[in-house]
């Protein structure tokens, strides 16, 4: 499991990196996605749990008008 100093470490250490070519970052986000099936995040139980409320609140922030 990532623990945030890790996580924190990981992030500066990108950032130290500057732009990451196509195969390192599937890689990472490979890996990630490791941690997250690991974690049991993935594979979604419910893949529509929420789905309401995103609706809601896009419908809302669509209503505002532009010049507000």
Same mark, same amino acid.
């Given at each position: 499991?990532?623990?945030?100093? #890790?996580?924190?470490?990981?992030?500066?250490?990108? &950032? $130290?990196?500057?732009?990451?070519? =196509?195969?390192?970052?599937?890689?990472?986000?490979?890996?990630?996605?490791? #941690?997250?099936?690991?974690?049991?995040?993935?594979? &979604? $139980?419910?893949?529509?749990?929420? =789905?309401?409320?995103?609706?809601?609140?896009?419908?809302?922030?669509?209503?505002?008008?532009?010049?507000?």
């Amino acid at each position: 499991m990532i623990r945030d100093d #890790e996580f924190q470490e990981f992030e500066i250490e990108l &950032l $130290r990196i500057g732009k990451l070519d =196509l195969k390192k970052k599937f890689k990472i986000l490979e890996a990630l996605y490791k #941690e997250a099936v690991a974690l049991g995040v993935f594979p &979604l $139980r419910d893949s529509l749990e929420g =789905l309401d409320v995103d609706i809601r609140v896009a419908k809302v922030v669509n209503s505002v008008s532009k010049n507000t």
